[in-house]
């Protein structure tokens, strides 16, 4: 066998025989190219995670040791008093429970109204359907900041403001989940739609029986992505509430800010690592999902 292939390397072809060494050398740059991704990516892992850990080790600190130098990412000796403080200075039971009520309430409301809106885009014929499919991508152009006046007008006309109902209603319609569902719906095969209609279901119940099931994967997606943005919100609650019963958690945290006057930021920070569990654990239950949604929509 070696004399076989000794025969092969030098008879046939002097290129098999020069191309060992490019073949070698392009591992060598592969493998420099491999080590240079794997450094970029820690870099960009240590960016990410490093304020998040040193907001965590800073509020298992004393307050005369938060601004120890050098800073330290391993509290030796955690203490728990901060988180102590943080529930004597605020009502979280209650900033927790607004936000649940509120976060939770726009998330099912934008799946349902994104999964209405993109069905019909994507599979109703209705005369101006392009025009208006237009104009509300159009609307995710326009910062928050520029349609916040118009609606708190129109949230205190209807007698809602500084409830939570204002926080809510506005929220539900998406124009990023309209988008995302419609993108989802038309990768779902249009013969559904056609045998169930030979069948004399009408739209609702074709949308409700075939193409609603199909698409969980979709508004989980939005869902999830709504929960996120929504449980960290700030500007909305500053502006459309003034009662403190009904804040929010992001609102509420705003009261610690005192104990920075007094060098105690590892109270604030305790809040700041309180406020991030209910998101952690949404994500923690639902990346399978996300995962999932994301695939099969890169995937049709």
Do not use: C
């Amino acid at each position: 066998m070696t004399t076989t292939t000794d025969h092969g390397l030098a008879g046939h072809s002097p290129r098999l025989s020069e191309g060992l060494p490019e073949t070698a050398s392009n591992r060598r740059r592969f493998n420099w190219n491999f080590a240079f991704r794997i450094v970029l990516l820690l870099l960009a892992a240590a960016l990410t995670l490093g304020p998040v850990l040193w907001t965590l080790s800073t509020s298992l600190r004393s307050p005369s040791e938060s601004f120890k130098l050098p800073p330290s990412f391993i509290p030796w000796n955690p203490d728990f008093t901060s988180y102590g403080e943080v529930f004597q200075q605020l009502n979280i039971f209650l900033l927790v429970l607004n936000s649940a009520l509120v976060t939770g309430l726009i998330a099912v409301g934008q799946m349902v109204s994104a999964a209405l809106a993109g069905y019909a885009f994507a599979h109703l014929k209705f005369r101006g359907r392009g025009a208006l499919f237009s104009i509300v991508l159009a609307t995710m152009m326009v910062p928050v900041q520029v349609t916040i006046v118009p609606v708190f007008m129109l949230i205190r006309g209807m007698g809602l403001s500084d409830t939570l109902l204002a926080l809510i209603l506005p929220a539900i319609p998406t124009a990023f989940g309209t988008f995302l569902m419609r993108q989802y719906f038309m990768g779902l095969p249009a013969e559904l739609a056609e045998a169930a209609s030979i069948d004399g279901a009408s739209p609702w119940r074709t949308f409700r029986s075939v193409y609603a099931p199909l698409a969980m994967p979709g508004m989980a997606i939005v869902g999830i992505l709504a929960f996120n943005f929504h449980w960290n919100e700030f500007f909305r609650p500053l502006i459309l509430t003034i009662s403190e019963q009904n804040f929010t958690l992001p609102l509420g945290l705003v009261s610690l800010q005192g104990n920075l006057g007094t060098g105690s930021i590892s109270v604030v920070l305790a809040g700041v690592v309180l406020s991030m569990i209910p998101a952690l654990v949404v994500f923690m239950f639902g990346q399978r999902a996300l995962q999932d949604g994301l695939t099969a929509g890169t995937g049709k």
